[in-house]
């Protein structure tokens, strides 16, 4: 049973669609008290350390009571940092009932004064419909401020609105958005620099340039990105923008796969399967296919149903089969269809029965 080639990003197009998981999937109020500024405290940490007011003591202790009594008057009077963080004390509901339209009231302030913490947390709860009405047009505005300003986070969700186009009336415009990523992927955010890798690999916003996708992926996986290495590892199946090399695929798709990666867990099973960059081990290959399988991947399952059709690897069971292959076939998937029509030829109706009970017992979603 011949199957599937190759690696689980056989279609470029498709492949897009899955990789680029754009920051503003994960975007969040900035948590950061005082100036709110990573940046600059790494840049000079004994200046922010001296610059440290007794409300930031007060809060770091926990005692956020004497922490508001001390910021409400600085507010009041036009502080905008003082303004930024009663704002994120109302947002989180430190100390005081949590309220997003004080949160904006506050935000709001802070921003007009130029404050960029401020100004991507108001873009933010536009963004969201929180505290305000929902405003994508008014968040864009207030991010754009924020990212013009350096502040890595704004500039990230920026590129995302533009790359998804899904916050109307912000259309998609993927050189607005590889613009922002770059921004930020330059201050060393992983994010930015796997998202700005894809756009490079696949030629949206910029020229297709497998180098320099190679070059942004190894900035973010050496990081830890688990997405980054993984299409680290396919640059390298490949041979794209880089020498072909087996070993470093496996290399890097072990490294994702570590963290959990479906899709690396998948790639690298089939490394196993095929024995190249590492010796062919079957069931390391099984093994790697089932933890993919269960994340819902279409081709581990499929490459799963295979194992158990040819019996390689593990015991020959083809009920096995035929419930890994259902399994996939309920998402439409061609080649989990075409496996169903071999695999019911060696079955009777009562086995295709309990395959399906068992498949729907993997609680998986496309079963469900």
């Not at 809060?59 to 963080?85: C, F, M, S, V």
């Not at 994340?295 to 295979?306: E, P, R």
Request: glycine share 8%; proline share 1%.
């Amino acid at each position: 049973m011949s199957i599937i080639k190759g690696s689980v990003f056989g279609n470029d197009r498709k492949a897009f669609k899955r990789l680029v998981v754009l920051s503003l999937l994960l975007a969040a109020i900035c948590l950061m008290f005082a100036a709110c500024d990573s940046q600059q405290a790494s840049q000079n940490p004994s200046k922010q350390q001296d610059a440290k007011p007794s409300y930031m003591i007060a809060i770091e202790k926990g005692d956020y009571e004497t922490a508001l009594k001390e910021l409400r008057p600085l507010a009041e009077k036009g502080d905008a940092h003082a303004q930024y963080n009663l704002g994120l004390m109302y947002a989180k509901g430190y100390g005081i009932l949590q309220d997003y339209q004080e949160a904006a009231k506050w935000w709001g302030l802070a921003s007009e004064k130029g404050e960029r913490h401020a100004q991507y947390n108001l873009g933010f709860l536009y963004r969201k419909g929180q505290g305000v009405a929902k405003n994508c047009k008014s968040a864009e505005m207030w991010w754009r401020k924020s990212a013009k300003q350096g502040f890595i986070l704004a500039q990230s969700d920026l590129a995302a609105m533009y790359g998804t186009g899904a916050c109307e009336p912000v259309l998609q415009d993927y050189v607005e958005s590889a613009k922002w990523a770059k921004m930020a992927a330059e201050q060393n955010y992983a994010m930015a620099q796997y998202n700005l890798g894809t756009y490079y690999e696949y030629g949206k916003g910029v020229r297709q340039d497998y180098k320099e996708a190679a070059r942004w992926y190894r900035k973010a996986a050496e990081q830890g990105d688990a997405r980054a290495q993984n299409n680290l590892g396919l640059l390298y199946e490949k041979g794209r923008g880089l020498s072909q090399d087996e070993q470093e695929a496996v290399k890097w798709y072990l490294k994702a796969a570590e963290q959990d990666h479906g899709y690396a867990q998948f790639n690298l099973g089939k490394k196993y399967d095929d024995g190249k960059g590492v010796a062919q081990d079957h069931s390391e290959a099984i093994r790697l296919y089932l933890l993919a399988a269960k994340k819902d991947i279409s081709n581990a399952q499929v490459m799963l149903g295979v194992k158990y059709y040819k019996g390689e690897g593990v015991k020959q069971d083809f009920i096995q089969a035929y419930k890994w292959f259902y399994i996939a076939a309920q998402k439409g998937y061609e080649p989990a269809q075409k496996a169903i029509k071999l695999t019911s030829k060696h079955i009777k109706q009562s086995q295709v029965e309990e395959a399906i009970r068992l498949a729907k017992e993997e609680n998986i979603s496309s079963v469900n």
